[in-house]
């Protein structure tokens, strides 16, 4: 009977040249995803850019004083709501009464009330037309008697621990064109405990350039103290 032997073969066959293959492979792959995943290296530019970036994002507490009826009051309450919905933060829009010395602190001024009112009524309108998203801004508004606004605004930013005061210059005409900022305005830059953000007018008013052109462009201006 003959007797049949099976011989068994190895398919993987393991050579020099292959093993120096397989490893180059290897490295060019560990290459490849080295450098796809490699974080840029840091930089002075990178590292300031970061900062500012995350100072900005930490302005979630917006305080808005509306000092007075009028197109940079709206922009102002409208950048307010767009930062705020951003971040999920909250807005708080002020209106101040000054009540004179020779008034009690709480007299009934209905002159000053019903402005007071108007300006709350009209921000807030602006206000809920920026909201947009499921991401909504908490918004409040108050009324706010004091001798003095600025120092009133500038306690109240104090109190809210605010991150930001957000408003629009009012600017005093002193002799013919000539304008200064609104000394509440600049009690305000030079007091906060927090950032101050100013939208102010151009140079020429809308009466000036004639009916039917509107306002010039506004300047931001900032001031205050990073917390």
């Known amino acids: 009977m003959p007797i049949l032997a099976t011989v068994t073969t190895n ?19 560990v290459g490849v995803l080295g450098w796809m995943l490699r974080l840029p290296k840091e930089t002075e530019r990178t590292r300031t850019a970061a900062k500012a970036v995350r100072s900005v994002n930490k302005l979630t507490r917006i305080l808005v004083p ?9 922009r102002i309450v409208a950048l307010a709501m767009q930062m705020a919905q951003s971040r999920g933060g909250n807005v708080e829009l002020l209106a101040v009464i000054e009540v004179p010395f020779t008034l009690p602190l709480n007299a009934r001024v209905e002159e000053d009330e019903k402005r007071a009112l108007e300006l709350l009524d009209r ?7 920026c909201v947009t998203g499921m991401n909504k801004a908490e918004v409040n508004k108050r009324i706010l008697k004091a001798r003095d606004a600025g120092s009133a605004i500038v306690r109240e930013a104090e109190l809210q621990a605010a991150d930001l005061i957000l408003m629009a210059n009012t600017p005093v005409r002193v002799r013919g064109n000539l304008q200064q900022i609104n000394p509440t305005v600049d009690y305000i830059m030079k007091n906060a405990p927090c950032e101050v953000l100013v939208l102010s007018r151009g140079r020429a008013s809308a009466s000036q350039k004639g009916a039917g052109e509107g306002e010039t462009e506004g300047r931001a201006t900032t001031a205050g103290a990073v917390r």
Do not use: H, N
Not at 13 to 27: E, K, M, N, P, R
Not at 66 to 74: C, F, G, I, P, V
Not at 123 to 129: F, L, M
């Open 11 to 29: 398919p993987l066959q393991i050579t020099f040249i292959g093993v120096v293959l397989a490893l180059v492979f290897l490295a060019s792959i």
């Open 66 to 74: 509306l000092l007075s009826q009028s197109e940079a009051t709206d």
């Open 123 to 129: 921000a807030e309108s602006v206000a809920r037309q």
